[in-house]
């Protein structure tokens, strides 16, 4: 069954920078209990993007909204002390913000938007205003 995407979301993992990819997929199998991955797509500090989860398939990003949801996460989202910041590197921006054209020319009616703007989420997630980033995000080599 095809998926209507109305959204397409931002997170952050909530995790220090240095996580690897399979630390977080067996927390959310082992703590969590989840069958299905908390994303679609996770970006690695280096720009490298993993996909975790088919986009026909329904991941774990905001709850009441999965059905209609493809999630994206950077690593990271916070510092040493536990704290929302926005630690992303050029390589995870650029990667997210190319990532987040590619999805949108594909869903073009989905909204992009961060878990922290959905209604009822008390997280800071992904730990920086996606609207404005967007608006204001400029791509290297464009002038």
Same mark, same amino acid.
């Given at each position: 069954?095809?998926? &209507?995407?109305?959204?397409?979301? @931002? %997170? ?7 996580? +690897?990819?399979?630390?977080? =997929? ?37 709850? &009441?909204?999965?059905?209609?949801? @493809? %999630? ?7 510092? +040493?002390?536990?704290?929302? =910041? ?43 205003? @996606? ?13």
């Amino acid at each position: 069954m095809k998926r &209507n995407i109305k959204y397409i979301v @931002v %997170h952050c993992t909530a995790t220090p920078p240095e996580a +690897k990819v399979e630390n977080i =997929v067996r927390y959310w199998k082992e703590q969590l209990g989840w069958k299905n991955p908390g994303y679609h797509y996770i970006i690695k500090r280096n720009g490298e993007i993993v996909s975790l989860l088919s986009e026909d398939l329904v991941s774990n990003g905001v709850k &009441n909204y999965n059905q209609q949801s @493809v %999630h994206i996460s950077y690593i990271g989202g916070i510092d +040493k002390n536990n704290k929302p =910041v926005d630690n992303r590197t050029p390589e995870q921006k650029k990667a997210m913000f190319n990532k987040l054209v590619a999805l949108s020319e594909k869903y073009p009616e989905a909204q992009i938007k961060g878990h922290r703007d959905f209604p009822g989420v008390i997280k800071a997630c992904p730990s920086f205003d @996606v609207r404005t980033w967007l608006k204001d995000y400029i791509p290297e080599g464009v002038t």
